[in-house]
């Protein structure tokens, strides 16, 4: 693999086609679904495991156990976070204007530990009432062997960015007229109905905020 | 960052929790969606791009511009690609037995671009007949110019592993008769109704095919 000169770095990381640096835009994005992507460096090799993420303000969130490597391994070091909703499929007339519609947010960065035990329990907290609002303190309280065996990184958005491609296909306007059906197929996620654990007492209801999550 | 042994990656890639190495769970999950996070790396810095890819055999295959950078740099250097669907939440008595429901699949090697012409056009008429059976032939004829921008990667599954989490809450059982709603809440991906261009010719219905894709 040939070296990149710092520029070129600093050229993928900032200047994304139909990008965007609007943090509401980023924000929105990072909100709509606890997917991301995270791509850690491990011996030279690019490691990419899902994670849950959430966000307060302009810093994002994840967590795991204290031992897992991944995590111990990241800390300080560079990582790429990425959060993408795909919205369609875009059928052109023509193979090469086949696309995607989507909207995607890459973060980078070099991530730290929340050590501080206060903002540790504030950010766990967010992370289950971002699931359900209130759910938290309806909770059988964390233990502290839970409490240490967890940990919980952050990221500032400082280097973040969001693209987006919406709408139909670009073909050349000299295909326009090519006889073939051409639009986008949307995709959306849903939620289902809510499946309760067989052991609920039985005066337990499903919470009606769970018809409120909101998704993609 | 402090250094892994070669056997420490060794059993990041190929022992996860949950895990399998059974192709024909690899394939289901790599087939259900197009979307997967490629991680390379420049500068010593992960990028985590979406991607759409594709699979035939124990083949993965993505494609994009010929100048890409991340692309060019990619061959033959490692990447790890990875598809996740996220299928739920899953919502137990204590915040520390919160968790998703999700089918995973990592893939890890390095990628070699598909020169020959004969392969090439194969693998672009496979990306294109996966969304819509039978498309590639319908479609205006791919010029040389657009053939010759287009590069097509590809990776074997040979170091690939598949990851699952299902079913309720893993609560404590003396966790269980605690007074709270637990549970899954489903999440799924679906297609809506297709948006055709406003510029496809009257005389053109939208095909039926398009309310067979899968995804999910």
Redesign the interface.
Known sequence: ????K?T??T???RAPDRGSFDLDTIHAILDA???C??????????????T?HWREGNQIYWHGSRIS??LV??????????V?H?D??V??????H?S?N?R?V?V?GRPTFIEDRFEKTAA?TA??DK??PG??D??????EK?FA??SVLSLPLSEASAKIRAG??S?LDS???????????????????????????T?????DS?KD?Q?G
């Open positions: 693999m040939s070296q990149l710092k070129d770095l050229t993928i990381k679904t606890p997917l992507h995270i791509g850690y460096m491990v011996n030279e090799q690019p490691i990419v495991t899902p849950i490597r991944t391994e990241s800390e300080q070091a560079p990582v790429c976070l990425t993408t795909l369609g499929l059928l052109a007339r023509s193979a090469f086949h995607a989507y995607s890459m980078f766990l992370l289950i699931m359900l759910r938290w309806t909770l059988r309280e964390m233990t839970e065996a967890t139909g296909p073909d295909d326009l007229d090519f006889p073939v059906w051409a639009g986008v197929l949307p995709l959306t996620t849903v939620t289902g109905n809510p499946v309760p654990c067989p052991h609920n007492q005066t337990i209801k499903t919470p769970l999550y998704i």
